[in-house]
């Protein structure tokens, strides 16, 4: 089997049906499929043998067990089943429990700008950045973001909200997902969270959890070593895609806004949390898992930090065209606190159009270069 999970409108049915065109498709969407896979699950699949694509399978956990009888009666047959969900944590449950041994697990994210600009290569960082890497927006560039956007917070919160954390209050829900939206790229404090929303601290948690489950946010643990001391142990918080960030914060981009982009308060955050997808991107498609980090003590901070092999690369992410010495101090310090011999690489990643040196062996990098 293959496990195909992500947020909503990341691709993953239009992926498997370009790849596995002969696959027969069953959505659980449809109330009537997934009620039937979910009480009568041997029909259904007598209904829809293998090979087939059955997406949204989250609507139907009492399937997963039925899927591992099947799959082992022709444990010799590779891909058998396509199965897609949107709520990952669930899945992941029911895959652990069921599936231990017999599924391989990818996960899709929105579209990097290495990706958005091998097919539309005039696109720029600061689009990419607005308009987020929802394929949708990238395919057609008259659908308005915003709107976009707003309809996908509106069937997010109806669909996948309410079947996740059993919610009654979607106002609250949305207050607190735009209070995370303005503490993108900054440590997580859960108990400020809650106090400004209004909510309990275990709401808060539960809360946040979903937004986990679901694809939207994305934590970033720091990095440890025996040799750094009185290190920050909360994790940051970043939004998945930096498109929907923009659409909460309600920055837009086009000729008439660009100003307004440059100017907003939160543009520092809304560049780091997208640098912090084209970085996720690079190491998945490096094949590393558990590799990024970030690196903070009660003073200074390194936005990422990525594990390989012992050694380290330390990047910062800055909102500037002409980043100088000074922007690479804190690359410095860490490089002293670790060790030379340990760092591998450093770099702040910038909107400059062309990489350049900064001194003391880092450079300015544009972020087009990590794709």
């Not at 399978?57 to 039925?66: D, E, H, K, S, T």
């Not at 059993?166 to 207050?175: A, C, K, M, V």
Request: proline share 5%; hydrophobic share 40%.
């Amino acid at each position: 089997m293959v496990v195909l999970t992500g947020a909503r409108q990341t691709g993953k049915t239009s992926t498997f049906r370009r790849l596995f065109p002969d696959y027969e498709l069953v959505t659980l969407d449809l109330p009537t499929e997934a009620e039937q896979a979910e009480k009568e699950p041997q029909s259904f699949l007598r209904r829809h043998p293998s090979p087939v694509i059955i997406d949204e399978v989250q609507y139907a956990p009492g399937l997963f067990r039925y899927l591992k009888v099947a799959v082992d009666s022709n444990r010799g047959h590779n891909g058998q089943f396509l199965i897609a969900g949107s709520q990952k944590f669930s899945l992941m449950g029911n895959v652990s429990e069921s599936l231990a041994g017999r599924a391989d697990i990818v996960e899709l994210e929105t579209l990097s700008l290495a990706e958005i600009r091998s097919v539309l290569p005039r696109t720029t960082p600061e689009s990419a950045m607005v308009r987020g890497g929802f394929p949708e927006l990238q395919a057609n560039p008259s659908i308005d973001h915003i709107a976009f956007y707003n309809s996908y917070l509106a069937t997010y919160l109806e669909r996948d909200v309410r079947s996740l954390a059993n919610i009654g209050n979607l106002r609250d829900f949305e207050r607190f997902l735009r209070a995370c939206a303005l503490r993108s790229a900054n440590l997580l404090n859960k108990a400020d969270l809650a106090r400004d929303v209004g909510v309990s601290p275990t709401t808060a948690n539960h809360w946040l959890s979903t937004l986990q489950a679901s694809g939207q946010v994305v934590l970033l643990e720091p990095w440890f070593s025996n040799r750094t001391k009185s290190i920050v142990k909360s994790p940051k918080l970043y939004f998945a895609d930096s498109g929907l960030l923009c659409a909460l914060l309600n920055i837009r981009f086009n000729i008439r806004s660009e100003e307004a982009l440059y100017e907003a308060p939160a543009v520092g955050a809304i560049w780091e949390t997208f640098v912090f997808a084209q970085l996720r991107e690079r190491e998945r498609r490096a094949g590393r898992v558990g590799s990024l980090f970030f690196w903070r003590d009660r003073t200074r901070e390194v936005d990422f930090v990525i594990e390989v092999g012992g050694r380290l690369e330390l990047f910062e992410a800055k909102w500037t065209e002409v980043p100088g010495p000074s922007d690479a101090v804190n690359l410095e310090f860490v490089r002293n606190v670790v060790g030379k011999s340990r760092i591998a690489a450093g770099a702040v990643i910038c909107r400059t159009p062309n990489g350049y040196p900064l001194g003391n062996g880092f450079r300015a990098i544009p972020v087009t270069e990590l794709g």
